[in-house]
């Protein structure tokens, strides 16, 4: 079996400014408007910057903890279902649980077994975690809260990291991998 290559910095690096990248650049395309009176300090007494919606922002979480649920379900029930794709896709689910923490989100139990076929469960896993990490980007970019934004951006960047060390194939460790038997 192949070994899998490790992700380099470069990699990390670069897979942070793609995924940030947009996020940025998307954030300060529309910044023609003189920021001096928007800042503390500026000329424009008075003028300040609207308050967060924290409705919107409550109803964004919800949805996001919705899906992350959902993706943790996904990932488990394909652990519970294909053995050998136990670990690799453990660092998938440890970082779904950790995204439901942050969230104060409930976890579900696995749901259904997706298919019998261990490479079409990779395949399934990879596709939806790559859209989910999709909506989560979008989801930092409207939400009101800036630390809910910088919040689900780094989720979103944990999830590309993710994605760059998920096997396109294969059903198991290779032999370099930590939970590798010798």
């Known amino acids: 079996m192949p070994s899998?290559?490790?992700?380099?910095?470069?990699?990390?690096?670069?897979?942070?400014a793609v995924t940030l990248g947009p996020l940025v650049g998307g954030a300060l395309a529309g910044c023609d408007a003189d920021l001096d009176g928007l800042l503390p300090?500026?000329?424009?007494?008075?003028?300040?910057?609207p308050a967060p919606d924290p409705d919107a922002d409550e109803a964004l979480v919800e949805e996001v903890v919705g899906e992350v649920a959902a993706q943790l379900?996904?990932?488990a029930a394909v652990r519970v279902r294909h053995p050998r794709l136990r670990p690799?896709?453990?660092?998938?689910?440890?970082?779904?649980?950790?995204?439901?923490?942050?969230?104060?989100g409930t976890q579900d139990g696995p749901s259904a077994p997706p298919t019998a076929d261990a490479?079409?469960?990779l395949a399934?896993?990879?596709r939806r975690e790559t859209a989910h990490q999709r909506r989560l980007a979008g989801a930092a970019v409207r939400a009101d809260s800036g630390p809910l934004a910088q919040l689900l951006a780094s989720m979103a960047a944990a999830l590309a990291q993710q994605l760059t060390v998920l096997p396109r194939t294969g059903?198991?460790?290779s032999p370099s991998s930590p939970g590798a038997s010798s």
């Open 119 to 121: 490479a079409a469960a």
């Open 124 to 126: 399934l896993v990879r």
């Open 41 to 49: 300090g500026g000329d424009q007494p008075g003028a300040a910057s």
């Open 88 to 104: 690799v896709l453990a660092g998938l689910e440890a970082v779904h649980v950790a995204h439901l923490e942050a969230l104060e």
């Open 171 to 173: 059903a198991g460790p």
């Open 4 to 16: 899998l290559p490790t992700a380099s910095r470069r990699t990390v690096v670069g897979v942070a």
């Open 73 to 75: 379900s996904l990932v």
